[in-house]
Nanobody
Framework: QVQLVESGGGFVQAGGSLRLSCESS?????????LGWWRQAPGKQRELVAQ???????EYADSVKGRFTIFRDNRKNTVDLQMNDLKPDDTAVYYC??????WGQGTQVTVSA
């Protein structure tokens, strides 16, 4: 069974940066059609942060445009999320998602004011 493994979360002050990474375990021979990042803050619904199809343009939530960048490597089947100018409202558990129903276990991102 394919799983996704995230890394790179942590604690950062407002204005700082973090980079999240996600890869499949085990490595799969096919390329995921869609890879992306979602997040869920306490008491809130899980929301899309950024995603990209195999050959398409990236898609971002309005709240992160200009601050976050998604990087996917089709050869390695990995997806990273570079997060700059982080704000306390970005505090959440961040999840990697592949295609329609493959999720990672989540990684905590905490941004202090």
């Amino acid at each position: 069974q394919v799983q996704l493994v995230e890394s790179g979360g942590g604690f950062v002050q407002a204005g700082g940066s973090l980079r999240l990474s996600c890869e499949s375990s085990p490595h799969v021979a096919y390329t995921f059609y869609r890879l992306g990042w979602w997040r869920q803050a306490p008491g809130k619904q899980r929301e899309l942060v950024a995603q990209q199809t195999r050959k398409g343009d990236p898609e971002y939530a309005d709240s992160v445009k200009g601050r976050f960048t998604i990087f996917r490597d089709n050869r390695k089947n990995t997806v990273d999320l570079q997060m700059n100018d982080l704000k306390p409202d970005d505090t959440a558990v961040y999840y990697c998602k592949a295609d329609n129903d493959i999720w990672g276990q989540g990684t905590q991102v905490t941004v202090s004011a």
